[in-house]
């Protein structure tokens, strides 16, 4: 099995920064696929990028030039940097994980494993 925890949730202003980690335990070759997600109030739960164990990324549109993915392998980390925040980023931030290749499209479906979620609230 494979645990994994997020961190460095909580509230900001808008355009502010946030920098979320999640750290992975248990098989960890079963997580060479790390991916985000969020789920706001009343909303469905959306992705909002991923990283294969290389480093390779993909955002989703919304996010795009605003969020990077990055991991450190040997910690068995991987990190989401949120810049530029916006109030309609606030959500509940989930991490998940999956054995193969990141699937071509970021649906929550596709993961395995996933973390307990960590909020993020950006205010106005």
């Known amino acids: 099995q494979v645990q994994l925890v997020e961190s460095g949730g909580g509230s900001v202003q808008a355009g502010g920064s946030l920098r979320l980690s999640c750290t992975a335990s248990?098989?960890?070759?079963?997580?060479?696929?790390m991916g985000w997600f969020r789920q706001g109030p009343g909303q469905e739960r959306e992705g909002v990028g991923s990283?294969?164990?290389?480093?390779?990324?993909s955002f989703a549109d919304s996010v795009k030039g605003r969020f990077t993915i990055s991991r450190d392998n040997a910690k068995s980390t991987v990190y989401l940097q949120m810049n530029d925040l916006k109030p309609e980023d606030t959500a509940k931030y989930y991490c998940?994980?999956?054995?193969?290749?990141?699937?071509?499209?970021?649906?929550?479906?596709?993961?395995?494993?996933w973390g307990q979620g960590t909020q993020v609230t950006v205010s106005s």
């Open positions: 990283i294969s164990w290389s480093g390779t990324t």
């Open positions: 998940a994980a999956v054995s193969g290749s990141c699937p071509a499209s970021l649906v929550h479906n596709a993961f395995s494993f």
């Open positions: 248990g098989y960890i070759y079963r997580t060479r696929c």
